[in-house]
């Protein structure tokens, strides 16, 4: 068990206050943040001349990143990704809590069972915090509220084909059933939004060809899907997230059911808001993810709506895209087919744990977008969304100390030996990025990837050492 830290205070001229950016010092006792005191507060009490206190300067102090959607693969795929690694690469990148989806492990996370098999896997390879899925397949009703009692922080369900036979996708009366367990529980329902229509399609001409890969996922697959979570989040108001939402086609049906009061949210990914389809090179499958990344004008408007916080005319109070997850969702290079750039045959998944921070950053920088906005959407809304936001998320007192120390000036290339993840290969390597991130704190533990692991369980019962 690692030993309490000692009470130390940070200073920065720009800490990530709830209600804005202010220069400020935050008091850390043990896990958690026990005082902020903003400089125009007027004097540090005296009582405090004893702590050791920091002068961070103009390093921004960000709450730590909450990355809501990590394929972390472990166990059974452990060659793919694993917790030592992909948490070693989330505190690099400012992360103290991830949250692992119940696949591409072996087993799924679709019962208690696998649940402890995970958490047995996980244990003592954390160097960030690290939160379960469950997963809803056919056939496993009866293991979704076992699942939430045993602390799922989320139950993840597939609309579409997943790509592993193990976890197949849950029909509409599935759906149904879960919403109402998830209803009384108040535990959100993590949707993969693409329903497959009858429309059949066109065969590959060419298996390198992005632009048939990219036509072979249409955005009506996101609209269809979206159309029907809306339809059964009304029917049964539990609270449904979509991930990935990558087709901006789909905002209008967002704004709508958000208007309508229902509790509905949105994820979007670092990887739609900073490529667009036409700068994909046929035959470069390190691109290729599910649904896939669209044009250059949809990209525009994502990033419209992950900026804006109050849109206009507006009945809800805040934005059409909730939060910002990774899906980072790496395998071996070899699965990648980069020697053919088969699109068609290549595993679907793009691995960013590491980088959100800075890819973000970059996208939205130029739009003049604020900081508090930035950890809104990486940090508050997340810890929201997974209801820890009384223990993370924000810089508040009685919080838990979870800290991300950045320049965000600074600019830097992305190469291979500077990420932590088991297979560096990303279709960021040679991208130039700003924002670098300096140090991160996990309840009040320095966390680096040279230190030693201090990440926990955390669980919706609470976290577990
Ligand atoms: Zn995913």
């Known amino acids: 068990m690692p030993s309490p830290s000692p009470r130390f205070a940070l200073r920065s001229r720009r800490v990530c206050l709830p209600d804005g950016v202010a220069a400020a010092t935050l008091l850390i006792n043990g896990e958690r943040i026990e005082a902020v005191v903003p400089d125009d507060s007027g004097q540090w009490p005296n009582s405090l001349d004893d702590v050791p206190c920091e002068d961070l300067g103009d390093l921004v102090i960000s ?12 166990p059974g795929r452990t060659d793919w990704e694993g917790f030592e690694s992909a948490t070693k690469a989330a505190v690099a990148g400012g992360v103290s809590l991830i949250v692992d989806m119940p696949l591409n492990s072996h087993p799924v996370t679709t019962s ?15 160097w960030c915090d690290v939160g379960f899925y469950g997963g809803l397949v056919p056939g496993n009703a009866d293991e979704i509220e076992p699942l939430i009692e045993a602390g799922v922080l989320g139950i993840k369900a597939f609309l579409c084909d997943s790509g592993l036979d193990e976890f197949l996708p849950a029909t509409e009366s599935d ?7 998830l209803h009384k529980h108040g535990v959100p329902l993590l949707a993969h939004a693409e329903l497959v229509d009858d429309v059949s399609p066109a065969a590959y001409s060419d298996e390198r060809s992005y632009a048939e890969y990219a036509a072979s996922r249409p955005d009506r697959w996101e609209l269809s899907a979206i ?3 809306i339809r059964l989040c009304a029917a049964c108001p539990a609270p449904v997230h979509i991930v990935h939402l990558s087709s901006a086609a789909a905002l209008p049906l967002i704004r709508e059911a958000k208007e309508r009061g229902l509790p509905l949210t949105v994820e979007t990914c670092p990887h739609y808001l900073f490529f667009s389809a036409e700068e ?7 691109f290729k993810c599910a649904p896939p990344i669209r044009s250059g004008a949809n990209r525009a408007e994502l990033l419209t709506a992950v900026a804006n916080t109050s849109p206009h005319a507006s009945s809800f109070n805040g934005s059409l895209i909730d939060t910002i997850g990774s899906d980072h969702s790496p395998c071996p290079p070899a699965l990648k087919r980069l020697s053919d750039g088969s699109f068609m045959r290549a595993w679907g998944g793009i691995a960013s744990l590491q980088l959100t921070l800075p890819v973000v950053w970059s996208c939205l920088r130029p739009s003049g977008v604020a900081l508090s906005r930035l950890a809104e959407l990486l940090s ?3 810890a929201q969304l997974l209801g820890l936001h009384d223990r993370k998320g924000s810089l508040r007192p009685g919080l838990d100390a979870d800290l991300c120390i950045w320049d965000p000036n600074e600019e830097w290339t ?15 390597e040679g991208r130039t990025l700003a924002g670098a991130v300096k140090r991160t704190y996990a309840r009040g533990e320095l966390a680096s990837p040279e230190r030693a692991p201090c990440g926990v369980a955390v669980l919706r019962t609470g976290i577990v050492r």
Do not use: F, W
């Open 414 to 428: 992305v190469r291979p030996e500077n990420l932590h993840m088991r297979h560096p290969l990303t279709p960021y």
């Open 112 to 126: 208690v069972r696998a649940l402890a098999v995970k958490r047995a896997a996980a244990r003592g390879k954390c």
């Open 227 to 229: 159309q029907m979570l």
């Open 380 to 382: 508050h809304r997340p």
């Open 175 to 181: 759906l149904r059933v879960a919403l109402r367990i």
């Open 63 to 74: 709450p730590g990143l909450i990355d809501a959607h990590v394929h972390v693969n472990e």
């Open 280 to 286: 994909v090179s046929d035959g470069d499958t390190r």
